[in-house]
């Protein structure tokens, strides 16, 4: 009984302890159930803009204010932990982007633009504090049911970041929460819906550092080391004195 009770503080002990280490290669603390550090995006003053263009499954999309066939978002964000500052963020991408469904089902349209000419600058008084390409960029529909019949969009996207003076990961995830879009994406599609637009903004975004393999091989040898010092304990032979 003693034994067992000196193991379950071992198993304890042994996860903080691996979850305080640095991971490999990188600042990051290892953490488990939430990330100290990201940058929390305020709503942008443009707006996000869809258009029909009469096609049966995509539409097109300008990420802000155009001019010159590029589009701009920008608006005000403030990091946490490692990411701690207070910038101005941008969004910087072509205009008319072909955004396709690529799952009806769990409405999903992703961005199809293979290219690096979509990108993300974080900057405070002309200083680049964070700088990147996006990529793999997809707009998911909130069911109804979860978002009170109104018709919300989440933004998905990858971060491959490039430089700037917060720059300790190779990439990061980006979320923009879409809120209240006056209707659904598939509305636009189809030969009667040419021209037909969507403009909404977005409520809150992150910019945040993605878990990575040595977090995750962290973890588990701490659950190894653990389990090793359980199975040690319990086989060892008891005494008779």
């Not at 990201?38 to 499954?57: F, H, K, P, Y």
């Not at 996006?134 to 491959?160: C, E, H, K, W």
């Not at 636009?188 to 975004?205: A, D, E, F, H, R």
Request: net charge neutral; hydrophobic share 40%; aromatic share 6%.
């Amino acid at each position: 009984m003693t034994n067992r009770k000196i193991a379950l503080p071992l198993l304890v002990l042994a996860v903080l302890a691996l979850g305080a280490l640095p991971a490999a290669a990188t600042s990051t603390l290892v953490t488990i159930l939430s990330n100290p550090n990201e940058i929390n995006l305020g709503a942008a003053t443009q707006n996000t803009v869809l258009t029909g263009t009469g096609s049966s499954d995509s539409v097109s999309l300008d990420l802000g204010s155009c001019s010159g066939g590029n589009c701009t978002l920008s608006g005000v964000g403030t990091g946490v932990g490692l990411l701690a500052s207070k910038g101005q963020y941008s969004f910087s991408a072509p205009a008319n982007l072909d955004v396709q469904l690529t799952d009806p089902v769990n409405g999903v349209w992703q961005v199809m633009d293979s290219s690096n000419d979509m990108t993300f600058s974080y900057s405070y008084k002309g200083t680049n504090e964070l700088s990147g390409v996006l990529n793999m960029v997809d707009f998911i529909q909130v069911p109804p049911s979860l978002s009170n019949g109104q018709d919300r969009y989440v933004l998905d996207a990858f971060v491959t970041v490039t430089g700037g003076t917060l720059d300790f990961k190779p990439g990061m995830s980006l979320q923009l929460k879409y809120g209240a879009v006056p209707g659904y994406l598939n509305s636009l599609l189809g030969s009667g819906n040419v021209g037909s637009t969507i403009s909404t903004q977005y409520g809150q975004g992150t910019v945040a550092p993605t878990p990575e393999p040595a977090s995750v091989f962290l973890l588990g040898a701490g659950f190894l080391l653990a389990g090793g010092i359980l199975r040690a304990r319990f086989r060892r032979p008891v005494s008779h004195g």
